[in-house]
């Protein structure tokens, strides 16, 4: 279990990684929309394609990187209150058919968006913002990426699991 929680603690920094970039990006954005709306209500003109570039790079950039951080930490509801009465077995049983069912949407989902962002990337997509377009396809790959890190995290869990006798939702480390 010792091997485990150092690569845990490897992904734990992905995942502290991702939730920076998210939040830089989300002041970024705060930034970005509080200057469009400062020149247009001091000159009477805003940034062109400020909606667009806000909806196209800045809104993905501060949710997806951010996913598997918010999944490890435990505030999406689970069957936590359901399972608490239940033997360990019973919880065990429970927690990996979860898991499992978990994984195999999780990977459909990461299939789907991979080809939809090989599409974008063929199609070299982008989006017309006051009359320039703006390359977008890059982004499209931060989806797959949360799904596969979202993966990896529901995969420690059933290491855990597996090596514990007391299961549970969540990768907690032993101090």
Request: aromatic share 16%; hydrophobic share 55%; charged share 15%.
């Amino acid at each position: 279990m010792n091997r485990v929680n150092k690569l845990y603690r490897i992904f734990g920094w992905v995942k502290v990684l991702g939730l920076w970039i998210s939040g830089i990006s989300l002041l970024g954005m705060m930034i970005f929309i509080v200057v469009d709306v400062v020149f247009r209500n001091v000159s009477s003109n805003s940034i062109n394609g400020a909606f667009e570039i806000v909806q196209n790079y800045f809104m993905p950039l501060s949710v997806f990187p951010a996913l598997a951080y918010v999944y490890s930490s435990g505030v999406l509801p689970k069957m936590d209150l359901i399972i608490e009465k239940l033997n360990n077995q019973m919880k065990k049983v429970i927690i990996f058919s979860r898991v499992i069912i978990e994984i195999f949407i999780l990977a459909l989902m990461f299939q789907f968006t991979w080809d939809y962002a090989m599409y974008g990337l063929e199609r070299k997509m982008s989006f017309p913002a006051s009359g320039t377009m703006y390359i977008v396809y890059p982004l499209f790959f931060l989806i797959p990426i949360s799904f596969a890190l979202i993966i990896i995290e529901n995969v420690f869990i059933l290491i855990k699991n597996m090596m514990e006798k007391h299961p549970s939702f969540l990768f907690k480390e032993e101090k």
